[in-house]
């Protein structure tokens, strides 16, 4: 059964870190890009960073670009988000997902989709 665990998050100081993690389960996590996607409140979902299977690609959003660093280990079937120097608007609710590629007829490549996702973990950013 797949499964991507968060047992992260939690309140931190404007100007502090954290560190996220997303143990996966269930499926071949190695051969999947992962994503951690976050929802702030009264917002929609968006992504922040996104890692290639292997772990030596990676995407960031502007907003948390030299911030945030995204990272894998693959044979530990983990995913990790470090953040650093912190504030209020950081806070959100944070998912860990997995895209793969879906194919039609004739293999021919419709796209990447979200597969998989965690359960969530809250960030809170607070004096």
């Known amino acids: 059964q797949v499964q991507l665990v968060e047992p992260g998050g939690g309140l931190v100081q404007p100007g502090g870190s954290l560190r996220l993690s997303c143990a996966a389960s269930?499926?071949?996590?190695?051969?999947?890009?992962m994503y951690w996607v976050r929802q702030a409140p009264g917002k929609g979902l968006e992504w922040g960073s996104r890692?290639?299977?292997?772990?030596?690609?990676?995407y960031y959003k502007d907003s948390v670009k030299g911030r945030f660093t995204i990272s894998r280990d693959n044979a530990k079937n983990t995913l990790y988000l470090q953040m650093t120097s912190l504030k209020p608007e950081h806070a959100a609710v944070y998912y860990c997902a997995a895209k793969r590629p879906y194919y039609g007829a004739s293999s021919y490549y419709l796209g990447d989709q979200y597969a998989y996702w965690g359960q969530g973990t809250q960030v809170t950013v607070s004096s």
């Open positions: 269930g499926f071949t996590f190695s051969s999947n890009w």
């Open positions: 890692i290639n299977a292997a772990g030596g690609i990676t």
